[in-house]
């Protein structure tokens, strides 16, 4: 059991979710078992995993992204010379690419969301360690998807209700598409099989199908 879930993972037969106020990482079957898998120093949200099969997880106010094996926590990443405020929710492709969003001000900074509109980007993390800026100008970066065949990326803008695209390239470059969808608060997202997102819809308490037209 858990106090406050964040980023739910099915992998390997499994439900993995980071509980940010224990700051533990959580893993449960299908048969109604939870076991804890790690803890790790700070507060995590989003998490990913390598093609390895090692677990990578972000802490939101440390600016770094940790790396979990066999139940063991190491250093993976740090974006402190990156990111431009909190770190949120986090992808991982196929590639071992981590798409991480920066929402640009201190979320603990009280009043500092208030002025700070469209100031959120998404930080890319190669499996070398290398970190760049892919994408800016969004209002609160939430969840993250990338497409079947790794083109296509959505994140959630849950500040503006709506949702951006943007295609991948082969470097993991991003190039923005299109803004779309009208959602109260839209944060943990995927994608189906027909390429339509699944929304959370966090002041609505609903789940939401957008298609891709």
């Known amino acids: 059991l858990g106090l406050y879930f964040e980023s739910p993972r099915f992998h390997d037969g499994a439900l993995w979710v980071a509980d940010a106020l224990t700051s533990k990482i959580l893993r449960a079957t299908l048969n109604k078992t939870s076991e804890l898998v790690c803890k790790i120093n700070g507060v995590p949200s989003g998490l990913g995993f390598l093609p390895d099969g090692d677990l990578v997880i972000v802490s939101m106010f440390r600016q770094k992204l940790y790396r979990c094996r066999d139940g063991e926590v190491s250093a993976y990443v740090d974006l402190v010379q990156v990111a431009n405020g909190t770190l949120d929710d986090m ?74 695209e943007f295609s991948v390239a082969k470097d993991g470059s991003l190039t923005f598409v299109r803004r779309f969808g009208k959602v109260a608060e839209p944060d943990g997202i995927c994608l189906d099989r027909e390429g339509a997102v699944w929304v959370s819809s966090f002041k609505e308490d609903a789940f939401l199908r957008i298609a891709r037209d």
């Open 91 to 164: 992808v991982v492709d196929p590639a071992g690419r981590a798409y991480v969003g920066d929402l640009g001000f201190d979320l603990l900074q009280p009043g500092a969301a208030a002025n700070a509109h469209e100031l959120g980007r998404l930080l890319l993390v190669t499996p070398n360690g290398e970190a760049r800026v892919v994408a800016e100008g969004l209002d609160f970066p939430n969840g993250i998807a990338i497409s079947g065949d790794g083109k296509r990326l959505i994140v959630a803008e849950s500040r503006a209700d709506r949702l951006a």
